[in-house]
């Protein structure tokens, strides 16, 4: 079947304007992540649903940031007033339900801020 | 707090040698899982192999094997055969149950097999 999707594919803005980023999770999968994965900072884990629900946004980077899913699916990343340190790629993982259950990532969208 | 770390930022193997990458562990969580992704330059995030904590046996997936010793926090992959279309990062990952939602993982290990 189909794997985790992710769009757009890549992404170049400006400073200063808001991006939205989705994830089209496996079908049947309950549970989206959200990660980042910067040069720096290595792979951080930024958001999970179960469903429509975020029982944690505590790794949200800062309050520009903010996510969404809707109909226990598809799920918006959206970062607002973009900034150069937000450039990076971002990945999206859906599995079956939470706990410790494999998580399938998509392919990412990478993210330029100039 | 989870933590892992990968202390192999790379190797360089020959082609059809054998080669283990390294992983050590630490979380209070008495139940979790742990995980091996591979990422080619391509940047997908391919699962390889999964080891419960409680589990027995050693997981094995083909060419992968998880050489897990749970006394010693350790959960090092190892590859046998190596091919060049191995050459990526391998990154080590773990998630407990009752801790942090998202995977927690460690820095990777830049593989490169040489023909």
């Known amino acids: 079947g189909a794997g985790v999707s992710q769009s757009p594919s890549n992404k170049v803005t400006e400073k200063g304007k808001d991006v939205e980023l989705r994830c089209d999770p496996i079908?049947?999968?309950?549970?989206l992540y959200w990660y980042r994965q910067s040069l720096g900072q290595g792979l951080e884990f930024l958001i999970y649903?179960?469903?429509?629900?975020?029982?944690?946004k505590s790794g949200l980077p800062s309050d520009r940031f903010s996510a969404e899913r809707t109909g226990g699916s598809v799920s918006t990343l959206t970062i607002q007033r973009t900034q150069q340190e937000d450039s990076a790629v971002y990945l999206c993982a859906s599995s079956l339900a939470g706990q410790v259950e494999t998580q399938y990532f998509g392919p990412g969208t990478r993210l330029l801020v100039l | 707090a989870q933590k892992i770390t990968q202390t192999q930022p790379g190797m360089f193997v020959q082609e059809k040698e054998a080669v283990t990458l390294d992983c050590t562990y630490d979380?209070?969580?008495?139940?979790?899982?742990l995980f091996w992704y591979k990422q080619p330059s391509s940047g997908e995030m391919i699962f390889l192999i999964y080891?419960?904590?409680?589990?027995?046996q050693n997981a094995t997936e083909g060419r992968y094997s998880l050489n897990f010793q749970k006394a010693r926090k350790s959960a090092n992959l190892v590859i046998s055969a190596s091919q060049l279309g191995d050459s990526a990062m391998y990154f080590c990952a773990m998630r407990g149950v009752g801790g942090a939602d998202g995977l927690t993982f460690g820095k990777g290990t830049h593989l490169i097999i040489q023909p």
């Open positions: 079908s049947g999968h309950t549970a």
């Open positions: 080891q419960g904590s409680y589990d027995q």
């Open positions: 649903f179960q469903g429509n629900s975020a029982p944690d």
């Open positions: 979380t209070s969580d008495p139940s979790y899982g």
